[in-house]
């Protein structure tokens, strides 16, 4: 790692209550980049990375010049920031960087706060994509809405997934979290509404009437019809408004992403006006999604299934999800949960389908220590092998394994991540 990417991952997040002004500040230095590009704003809980790819992926796929804003990254920083689906090259990483410091550090406002990993990495992003003239961005926020650094958008098309107990500074309530994100949603735009409990959705139709805007909400204005597992994934039918019926057949694993295709496929219908069903046939049956129930066969040794989900909800969707394989056989766990997760409810989730499990701390400074969390697994009859990192615990997952198994690395993107590079899989 050089010196400027590691002063880049020590920047800390400073005063939350000033990020979006410390950002206007920002942007106004660098030329208002944001500006110069249309946007489709995403947030929600779960599922906001593989929606905002598949947004983007469609919209290419409708000869659209697009960028993409995601994260977090799995294996390089560089994933963050696409064009066209490419990611930014090193260069233009490295030239914006600069670019972006050399603002960041006269608009630091009250206390002093320069500008943190995510900020700076969204200034450059929307920098980036201003000089390459990218028609229309696929942004995705940070956390939340309100306080998050892509908050300064304006955004005619927003995307709200599916909201549920996540980050604790957000809200301690489903409707609190809900509020705080529905904030990306523009005056007089438009949003796409995932699948919400009663309260969150609540929150979010007020927010939406109090900004004129105009609701496009799943089971009501969208619906996912026919649908049924296949081989390779699943197939269904996506209702999209104006009576629009487009059938999908989406290589993914999980009824989830049957929502998360939806979604996409009505924000694109939202902001061209029309989607075209072949264009959308195409994308998305080639469409892939790095750590979101992502399959990775190997000669002689067991399937590893690597999906990020590292909160009750996600890993519950992801339970589901491998119960809807017909002949799965045992499932071995290896999970690496951050410290300020709900690591015992994930656990939790995850245990009726699992066979043996072995827990390791996250690689970064957020990883906590798996020994604290055996008690949830051994309340399911499960008695979990402790490994030191990512990387023995697959050792110690594959001892376990039989061929025939699955073996699921899940809990944290950062630990998907780290057995991406275990796996030789390349960044994308």
Sequence with gaps: MT???????????????ETVARMGRLLAALGQPQSHFAAIHVTGTNGKTTTARMI????????????????????????RVLVDGEPITEDDLYEWLSHVDINGAAVAGPGGHTPSFFETMTALAFSHFAREKVDVAVVEAGRGGLRDATNVLHAPVAVLGPVALDHPDLGSTTAEIAADKADIIAPEGTVVIGPQEDQAAAAI????????????????????????????????????????????????????????ALLALAAVQAWRGEVDDEAAWRCLSKFTAPGRCEIVRRRGKAAVWLDGAHNPAAASALATALAEIPGTARVILVAGIAADKDTDGVLAALAPVTHRAVLAPVPNARGGDPQRHRHTLAAHGIRPYLAANADEALDMADQLARQRDVVLVTGSLYTVGAVRDRLGLVAQ
């Design 205 to 260: 139709a007020a927010a939406a009437h109090n900004r004129r805007a105009r609701s496009l909400r799943h089971g009501v204005d969208l619906e996912v019809r026919d649908w049924q597992p296949t081989t390779t994934g699943q197939w269904f039918r996506a209702v999209l408004p104006g009576g629009v019926t487009i059938p999908v057949d989406l290589p993914l694993v999980g009824r989830h992403h049957a929502d998360n």
């Design 3 to 17: 010196m400027e990417m590691a002063d880049l991952f020590s920047r800390r997040q400073g005063d939350r209550s």
């Design 56 to 79: 983007e992926a469609l919209l290419r796929e409708h000869g659209v010049h697009t960028g993409a804003f995601i994260s977090p990254h799995l294996q390089d920083v560089r994933e």
